[in-house]
Nanobody, 126 residues
Framework: RVQLVESGGGSVQAGGSLTLSCTAPGLDFGASVMGWFRQVSGKERGGVSSIDRDGGPIYYGDSVKGRFTISRDNAKSKVFLQMNNLTPEDTAMYSC???????????????????WGQGTQVTVSP
């Protein structure tokens, strides 16, 4: 059974940094595209970043380019999201997601991801 488990969320002030981690027991990690998404209550889930199986290509949503960095460690079955220069607009529930091996996917389109974690809350205060 595939599980995705996020960690690293929390509360920071604007301008601060956080690093999110996601581990994926049961997933064929090296064969899976990984992504980070975020959602604010009452709004649609939006794509933050995705990373292909061997570490590239990498995609970012326009609002996080230049501030967020995605990376992965296939040996440890982990994906990371380094978030710098956070703003209150980054406040959301962040979830990691995976595309099952061999499935078609589109980098920041949630519907094309097959497995999801429960999420970790990020709150940025002014």
């Amino acid at each position: 059974r595939v599980q995705l488990v996020e960690s690293g969320g929390g509360s920071v002030q604007a301008g601060g940094s956080l690093t999110l981690s996601c581990t994926a027991p049961g997933l064929d990690f090296g064969a899976s595209v990984m992504g980070w998404f975020r959602q604010v209550s009452g709004k649609e889930r939006g794509g933050v970043s995705s990373i292909d199986r061997d570490g590239g290509p990498i995609y970012y949503g326009d609002s996080v380019k230049g501030r967020f960095t995605i990376s992965r460690d296939n040996a440890k079955s982990k994906v990371f999201l380094q978030m710098n220069n956070l703003t209150p607009e980054d406040t959301a529930m962040y979830s990691c997601a995976a595309v099952a091996s061999g499935r078609w996917w589109q980098p920041l389109l949630p519907i094309t991801y097959d497995y999801w974690g429960q999420g970790t809350q990020v709150t940025v205060s002014p």
